[in-house]
């Protein structure tokens, strides 16, 4: 039978469709373009070497020549800092100038490669550059959320091929991070105890969903998963924010992405998918309540009238077989565009 099933941390209800679920092989889509086809480099890309507006640029890890992350400011962004912070609330408007960051991580030099063919090391010095310029970022006090996010293949909104993620700072806390942070408080001022934290150990504790336990972080497909092979990693240690993370956590955090993203690659065929770090406001970065946790979204479901008329997703698909079938991806054979191997 089909059920209704509830984020112990979101309260957020899903229908598991289970009367017409798919077997997890059924969701792979054939003769997709993969990683390191094509050239690794390209002469009308923005992002390889070679081609790099100096003005937009923020920062480059190293300093200097080569690169292997920079920070660049986007093209044609969304929001802009040197626009002044302005409110009006008059009737029906409701308005605040467009002030904010909006710029790009450039993750590799390599045009044609994918977080699934590079080195955990990439991943990690990809979020310590976030880190980095997070921490600067806040410090221009109209900024109340900073959003770190990565869209790969175009089903996912990726309009450039060049592997790369994105920071968004915004003037305001979006609703939907409101309304979780409530729901999160809430918890907390009930039990006395952070619901992510709750959640982690039940999982745990069922085991059926847990991918992967590492040191620090747990990667799971949720009880509640409102998309075929949805997956979370959530820190062990209770924290508010990934800026606090640790040098060791950082490293096993791109390990475990890592094998995440290795096994949604070779399992279902380089999928197009976005992985958002959930993080605190701000002006929150120390709440109790509050659990930093990075999610992995394929795209391979849709969302229609259903979701959008309810809110609740329909999930084809068992999030327990889900998580069975990425624990058995053989991902050890796949290499990179510089042979690089699953270290």
């Not at 209800?13 to 390209?42: K, N, Q, Y």
Request: some cysteine.
């Amino acid at each position: 039978m089909s059920e209704l099933r509830q984020n112990l941390a979101t309260k957020e209800w899903v229908i598991i469709a289970s009367e017409r679920a798919r077997r997890p092989h059924e969701f792979v889509e054939p003769g997709r373009l993969m990683c390191g086809e094509g050239p690794t480099w390209d002469a009308t890309c923005p992002f390889c070497p070679g081609n790099e507006e100096a003005a937009l640029e923020v920062m480059r890890v190293p300093a200097g020549n080569p690169w292997q992350v920079r920070i660049v400011g986007n093209r044609y962004p969304a929001l802009t800092q040197t626009t002044s912070l302005a409110r009006e609330y008059s009737g029906l408007v409701r308005r605040i100038s467009g002030v904010g960051y909006h710029e790009v991580i450039v993750e590799s030099q390599i045009h044609n490669t994918c977080a699934a063919l590079e080195r955990p090391a990439d991943l990690t010095r990809v979020f310590q550059a976030f880190i980095d310029r997070a921490w600067a970022i806040q410090q221009d006090r109209r900024i109340e959320y900073i959003l770190f996010f990565k869209n790969h293949g175009r089903q996912a909104g990726a309009s450039l091929r060049h592997p790369h993620a994105q920071i968004m700072a915004l003037p305001i806390v979006p609703s939907e991070v409101r309304v979780r942070a409530v729901s999160a408080r809430t918890h907390f001022d009930e039990v006395g105890a952070c619901a992510y934290c709750e959640m982690l150990q039940e999982e745990l504790a069922d085991g059926r969903r847990i991918i992967l336990e590492s040191e620090h972080f747990v990667a799971f497909s949720p009880y509640a998963a409102s998309t075929p092979f949805h997956v979370w990693i959530v820190p062990k240690q209770h924290s508010a924010s990934l800026l606090h993370a640790t040098p060791a956590a950082l490293e096993d955090l791109g390990r475990s992405l890592h094998f995440i993203l290795r096994s949604l690659y070779v399992g279902l065929n380089n999928p197009d998918f976005n992985y958002v770090l959930r993080s605190a406001p701000v002006r929150d970065l120390g709440a109790p309540y509050l659990h930093w946790y990075i999610t992995i979204v394929p795209r391979i479901s849709l969302a229609a009238g259903f979701e959008l008329g309810s809110g609740i997703y329909i999930n084809p698909s068992l999030p327990e077989e889900c998580a069975d079938y990425l624990r058995t991806v053989d991902s050890s054979s796949l290499h990179g565009a510089h042979a690089y191997g699953a270290d």
